[in-house]
């Protein structure tokens, strides 16, 4: 019996002690007065209010977690490397897709895996291709919190002239129509010549750019795919933004001097300030290749700073904020797309003239080459450059050049 009762009342001290664990855990984290930084480039108005509510709204939950927003004016990686430097930067912060690998590289970023396990996170909640880049080694390293996906938009008005009845669905369509709505005061096609906006065109005759862990330059099947796109602006149906005296694609497409252009979702509320009606023009997937669809995708995450000092409140932030409860005021503000799934379905019935930008997510490729991804894409687009002008006319050839003098 003395032994009995020797035990009980080393379980009911255990049982006690570990209640007090719980709520000096719990308290910690509701009473204790703490603050987070939160950094993030400086944006528009529009993107700035949305952070507001997302904050607004988790201090209702939070209301001891003082959120500060750390607005980086200029060259947002430059002024973070200064940051991280001097171990002063925000708790969490914003970071673009292309050069991510490069911070994770330093180990200067906290790997969120046991946090998600802890807070039960899981990252098939979220459009897959968007996490790749925030993926190293086999860790996550960001949670994406919003992106857009390249679309194609198009004139209503100039396609009805024409007798044109519906977007292109495929590249023979889309060369078609750029030729046929192409004047001496109206190109068929604008869009920029660098590897962001023509890689689709190598993924839609089914090559690739990137095979998840290093680029891939000479793919024969992408060159064909990117060297069609190319021959667009050879023919003269299609022009970059500057050979039509414009700032870029948006202007040129507002001021009807390009009947089609291929661009992300920023461009409604840019169409919207310009006071261009919505019913003017339609937006549309990108015409299908001999392989099928593709688009790009760009993204950004929130990531956590290896040196916060308030990791469980970090990431409960993260959580938060790419979660149903933060993703809401993104479907709300339109301004961008929703990362996690579920928001991504609200967002279609919202806004359903917008179900391309959704619709492109199940089959885009990121922007994102890796280490090496500023050098990636220095290569692709002096090689463009070199081709359209006429300098070199071997494309495979160029780029192999370009490789070898770059990629050391």
């Known amino acids: 019996m003395k032994k009995f009762l020797t035990i009980l009342l080393t379980l009911i001290f255990l049982l006690s002690l570990l209640a007090g664990a719980f709520v000096t855990q719990k308290d910690v984290f509701a009473t204790s007065k703490i603050t987070l930084k939160l950094g993030a480039w400086s944006s528009s108005p529009a993107e700035k209010k949305i952070v507001q509510n997302q904050i607004a709204a988790f201090k209702k939950l939070y209301p001891n977690v003082d959120i500060k927003l750390v607005e980086i004016v200029g060259d947002y990686n430059q002024k973070m490397q200064l940051l991280m430097a001097s171990k002063t930067e925000p708790d969490i912060f914003y970071m673009d897709s292309m050069p991510a690998w490069q911070y994770i590289a330093k180990n ?38 919003d992106y857009n996906t390249l679309v194609l938009f198009y004139n209503k008005e100039m396609f ?39 890689q689709p065109f190598a993924y839609q005759n089914g ?36 050979d039509l005296g414009a700032g870029w694609v948006g202007d040129a497409f507002a001021d009807k001097k390009a ?18 009606p919505k019913d003017s023009y339609g937006i549309a997937e990108l015409p299908a290749g001999p392989a099928g669809k593709s688009t790009m995708a760009f993204t950004v995450a929130y990531v956590m700073s290896k040196n916060s000092k308030h990791k469980p409140e970090a990431f409960k932030l993260i959580r938060f904020l790419t979660g149903e409860g933060g993703q809401k005021y993104v479907v709300e503000a339109g301004l961008a797309l929703p990362s996690l799934k579920s928001a991504g379905v609200s967002f279609a019935k919202t806004y359903p003239e917008r179900k391309a930008l959704v619709d492109g997510a199940k089959y885009a490729q990121v922007y994102f080459y890796g280490l090496d991804g500023t050098k990636v894409v220095d290569v692709f687009n002096k090689a463009f450059e070199d081709y359209v002008i006429g300098k070199k006319y071997d494309l495979k050839k160029n780029i192999e050049e370009r490789v070898k003098q770059i990629m050391k």
């Open 108 to 145: 200067v970023l906290e790997p969120l895996d046991s946090w998600m396990k802890k807070y039960n996170v899981k990252t098939i909640g979220y459009e897959s291709a968007l996490l790749q880049p925030f993926i190293y080694k086999g860790k996550v390293y960001g949670l994406p919190k």
């Open 160 to 198: 009805k002239q024409a007798g044109l009845t519906q977007p292109p669905k495929t590249w023979q369509e889309l060369k078609e129509y750029a030729k046929k709505l192409t004047t001496d005061k109206v190109v068929g096609l604008t869009m920029n010549l660098e590897l962001a906006r023509i």
């Open 207 to 242: 090559g690739k750019v990137f095979d998840g862990n290093k680029p891939v330059f000479t793919d024969l099947k992408a060159l064909e795919g990117l060297k069609f796109a190319l021959d667009l602006f050879k023919e003269g149906v299609c022009k970059t933004p500057k």
């Open 259 to 276: 009947a089609m252009t291929i661009e992300g979702g920023w461009m409604i509320p840019f169409l919207n300030d310009r006071k261009i």
